[in-house]
């Protein structure tokens, strides 16, 4: 493997270290409401449960990388029928704000 590969590997690793942490659930934050045990694991575990159903959790990985408005997305996604009861939008709102793959 020649410098130029190894560095593109090295710069691979380093990008994609963010979403394999967030995958696992490990991410942590403060100030987080009802989001149990000081990590985001319960937010994991609203998107798994309501936000899956029609896409992928790659999809808001995604939109949480590059920037976007997660509150007004996840409000549009009611509109269309994600249904998410008071603790839920708690947990939600919380994760949006702290979450690590956000800018």
């Given at each position: 493997?020649?410098?130029?590969?190894?560095?593109?590997?090295?710069?691979?690793?380093?990008?994609?270290?963010?979403?394999?942490?967030?995958?696992?659930?490990?991410?942590?934050?403060?100030?987080?409401?009802?989001?149990?045990?000081?990590?985001?694991?319960?937010?994991?575990?609203?998107i798994?449960?309501?936000?899956?159903?029609?896409?992928?959790?790659?999809?808001?990985?995604?939109?949480?990388?590059?920037?976007?408005?997660?509150?007004?997305?996840?409000?549009?996604?009611?509109?269309?029928?994600?249904?998410?009861?008071?603790?839920?939008?708690?947990?939600?709102?919380?994760?949006?704000?702290?979450?690590?793959l956000?800018h």
């Amino acid at each position: 493997m020649n410098i130029s590969q190894t560095l593109a590997l090295i710069i691979a690793v380093v990008a994609a270290a963010p979403l394999w942490a967030a995958q696992d659930g490990s991410a942590t934050g403060k100030n987080l409401g009802n989001v149990v045990g000081g990590d985001f694991k319960k937010a994991h575990a609203v998107i798994e449960k309501r936000c899956t159903v029609c896409h992928s959790d790659k999809r808001i990985d995604a939109a949480l990388s590059s920037g976007k408005d997660m509150a007004t997305i996840q409000q549009e996604m009611e509109r269309r029928g994600a249904k998410l009861n008071a603790n839920e939008r708690e947990v939600l709102g919380i994760y949006w704000k702290q979450n690590p793959l956000k800018h």
